[in-house]
């Protein structure tokens, strides 16, 4: 294995989906790439007209500017997850979209050995309606997968 693509998601465990990634890249020499994803951050910015009773904005417009923050932060979040783990070598990888789709389309196209991701504790009703990114990489995947599981305590 070469190729180690590590999915991170903005959350305090992603230090542990990090750091373990990162250990079983370094005892198989491989490469080294985090992948964050914003989920289509268009819809973060739209101003609705005036609707159901609510004075809302003039126009139905996208405010770039609050996109462009949201990009910044996420590069942040990135550059930072990866000089936490002490290695110019490890690059990073922002993507936008749908979440699983976004590291699966990114890890055909980096052509990644295996992929590291964590998985969360939601609940059975989350579950239910939304799935979880994991499951959704792991029914659709022709790479290897290697959970890290994160527990709440």
């Known amino acids: 294995m070469k190729k180690v693509l590590v999915a991170l998601d903005y959350n305090p465990v992603s230090e542990q989906v990090a750091e373990a990634g990162y250990k079983i890249a370094q005892n198989m020499g491989a490469q080294v790439c985090l992948i964050h994803t914003l989920a289509d951050i268009s819809y973060y910015g739209i101003q609705y007209p005036h609707f159901l009773g609510y004075d809302g904005y003039n126009e139905m417009t996208t405010d770039l500017s609050l996109i462009s923050d949201l990009r910044k932060i996420a590069e ?25 789709r976004s590291i699966l389309d990114y890890a055909e196209e980096w052509k990644a050995d295996l992929i590291v991701m964590g998985t969360h504790s939601h609940s059975v009703l989350e579950k239910l309606l939304m799935g979880t990114v ?20």
Do not use: N, R
């Open 134 to 153: 994991a499951s959704k990489v792991l029914e659709h995947t022709k790479i290897p997968v290697l959970m890290i599981p994160i527990k709440k305590e």
């Open 76 to 100: 942040d979040f990135l550059q930072k997850a990866a000089a936490h783990l002490k290695d110019p070598e490890v690059t990073t990888h922002l993507a936008e979209g749908e979440t699983s």
